[in-house]
């Protein structure tokens, strides 16, 4: 079947591409993305030795690539077949792969999207074997040596761009770049060396060394100078190509994400402006940058586009509750929260332009989106979760659209009064506490401002009120002394703050009367524009405000700062009894799922509502924030 045994091309020249293709595949089995990965050096080596022998054999290249094709289907059924769960036969195996790849077929060309994350270590594996079979074929059969080079440098390239994770990957890239010069160089000393011998041309017997010796020593310097080059978007030449390609990249980034949702996802760097705390700090500077545009069926008396809530009140600032957090799928449907009275649920498609933001906003209570949500919950005592915060699994680039799905209510002045008061624990326990320092003058004020009222509505209105009278809004303010308890300075002594001293001011003296009230952050409405019926949200509508919490209706937002619209609630809902009980969006019933694993392929009814098309709303200008 062989030509020659001996390899003219040389051994080092068959280390050199091994080597170039089990640095590629040793870079994807770092990502950890998916168990799994750990084949793929060992069936590039295989698919390399694969096109040697090909190669050199005496077949025709339309024979060698079907012999390829089917030592390619065997080697990959085998050694994925070695890593699927469960004790099956291999008959079973085989026709447990064909079955999962005709079901991700089928999602792939409709709407579904794929949580069985041996679909990728099966594709990834068939690249790989392509990749290897092709660098033996074009190094020793053809001698195409970009062939060899390019292809896979250009996989190893995505993976290096596109991880976010702890890995130092750009390593893997700089061996490979490395081991692929010294490979071009080697390949063309071969050619050469072969044109003398045939010419009887003379040559030293250590040139091998001696070049291979220049080669890496400039190979290193190129490598070097590479690092030390100006990054590719300080060019603004490079930078506006980059702008043109986005919007196909996030499409297929969309389509990604929904084939292989099982995949391990890594933070990135976020402009978001909320962190895990709201410190009671000094001025405030905001800007007026565009942040996003909301798009709504039609204009709400009042919203608020939340971030985050924060429930530990202590004499540095505001902590979340905290809990566990849990990946959640579109299809996964309806968030288990417990059903409450007077909620409507509404629609919002999303168009962010932030360079990079981690938060999913939206009214609250955000309940489902068609993102892919990390969602931080706790369970009240019948087992419903209690959302803490919501954020997207993949960073949201400048320009991507999603939507959410909110439980906005809709409760009326006179239905919340009539609220009872009879808390549950989970309610009392996390949002009644307050620090030692509140001062007696901040106690009586709360004793005094609620003492007229016998209902939780109307004492939390008078506390919001005295506010908005009461106090200045400033935001340019210097920090509280470190002695003096925030609230008391607030409220006794300077008499002026910004939105987040307005709203702890009044959570605490709501707590201080027994009624639970927490504080939230995001973005006042914005800009209401009627022909696109959307918000147009700025930097400068970054806020702070109440929540309070009524049995059976949840929580309820207040306004206490001065500079924003009050949001009063209508006094009676309007054509009588309006307490619709939550709904569902079209498309996204809540389902009942196989317990987690990676390699667990379910199906798919999320059908997501078509976004409107907002190209003209990514104008030429500065996003930065």
Not at 84 to 104: A, C, H, K, S, T
Not at 144 to 149: G, K, S
Request: hydrophobic share 45%; aromatic share 14%; glycine share 6%.
């Amino acid at each position: 079947m062989l030509r020659r045994i001996k390899i003219e091309e040389g051994w080092f020249t068959l280390f050199l591409v091994w080597a170039m293709i089990f640095t590629a595949g040793l870079a994807i089995v770092q990502t950890e993305l998916i168990n799994g990965l750990e084949i793929i050096p060992l069936l590039g080596t295989i698919a390399l030795l694969a096109g040697l022998v090909l190669a050199k054999s005496r077949f025709s290249d339309r024979t060698a690539h079907i012999f390829s094709f089917v030592y390619g289907l065997f080697v990959l059924a085998y050694l994925i077949g070695l890593i699927l769960p469960g004790d099956l036969p291999w008959r079973e195996r085989v026709f447990e792969m064909v079955n999962r790849q005709i079901v991700w077929l089928r999602k792939a060309f409709g709407e579904g999207s794929s949580r069985d994350g041996i679909i990728f270590v099966m594709h990834t594996s068939a690249v790989f074997w392509i990749l290897g079979y092709t660098a033996g074929w074009f190094t020793f059969r053809h001698d195409r040596v970009w062939r060899v080079v390019l292809p896979t440098g250009i996989v190893l390239l995505s993976v290096v761009y596109f991880y976010l994770g702890p890995k130092p990957l750009a390593l893997y890239l700089g061996l490979y770049l490395l081991l692929s010069l010294l490979y071009v160089s080697q390949t063309h000393l071969v050619a050469h060396l072969k044109e003398w011998r045939l010419a009887a041309v003379r040559y030293e017997r250590g040139i091998n060394v001696t070049f291979l010796r220049a080669s890496l020593i400039v190979g290193m310097m190129a490598l070097l100078a590479a690092w030390y080059l100006p990054a590719l978007s300080a060019s603004p030449a490079v930078s506006d190509a980059i702008s043109d390609i986005n919007q196909p990249w996030r499409s297929f980034q969309d389509d990604w994400t929904r084939l292989f949702s099982s995949l391990r996802s890594y933070g990135s760097p976020i402009s978001d402006p909320y962190t895990d705390s709201l410190i009671l700090g000094g001025p405030r500077t905001v800007g007026n940058n565009l942040v996003m545009d909301i798009y709504v069926d039609e204009k709400l008396p009042y919203v608020y586009w939340q971030a985050a809530v924060f429930d530990v009140y202590g004499p540095e600032g505001w902590d979340p509750a905290g809990g566990e957090q849990v990946l959640h799928y579109p299809e996964d449907g309806y968030l288990d929260v417990n059903p409450v009275l007077a909620r409507e649920v509404i629609t919002q498609t999303v168009i962010n332009y932030r360079a990079s933001s981690g938060v999913l906003y939206g009214a609250p209570d955000i309940v489902a989106s068609d993102r892919q949500m990390l969602v931080t919950r706790q369970f009240d005592e019948t087992g419903h979760e209690i959302i803490n915060s919501v954020k997207s699994r993949y960073v949201l680039r400048q320009g991507d659209a999603y939507q959410v799905w909110s439980q906005y209510s809709a409760a009326d002045a006179a239905s919340l009064r009539q609220a009872t008061v009879n808390y549950p624990a989970s309610i009392t326990d996390n949002y009644l506490s307050y620090p030692d320092t509140i001062t007696p003058e901040t106690r009586a004020l709360a004793e005094r401002l609620t003492a007229p009222y016998d209902n939780p509505f109307d004492k939390a209105v008078a506390v919001r009120d005295y506010l908005r009278a009461n106090i200045v809004y400033n935001d340019q303010i210097p920090a509280p002394p470190d002695d003096v308890d925030p609230i008391h300075y607030t409220l006794f002594e300077s008499r002026e703050g910004y939105c987040n001293y307005y709203a702890t001011a009044m959570a605490v003296m709501l707590r201080l009367q027994g009624i639970p009230a927490r504080v939230a952050a995001g973005y006042a409405q914005g800009e209401w524009d009627d022909a696109t019926s959307s918000y147009r949200v700025r930097a400068s509508n970054a806020h702070t405000w109440v929540e309070v919490f009524f049995p059976g209706y949840g929580w309820i937002q207040f306004e206490p700062t001065a500079s924003i619209p009050v949001g009063d609630r209508p006094e009676s809902a309007e054509g009588g009894d309006n307490f619709a009980s939550p709904s569902l969006p079209p498309n996204l019933d809540r389902q009942e799922f196989l317990p987690d694993d990676e390699f667990t392929d379910t199906s798919n009814d999320f059908t997501p509502p078509e976004l409107p098309d907002q190209s003209s709303a990514l104008l030429s200008q500065d996003w930065v924030l």
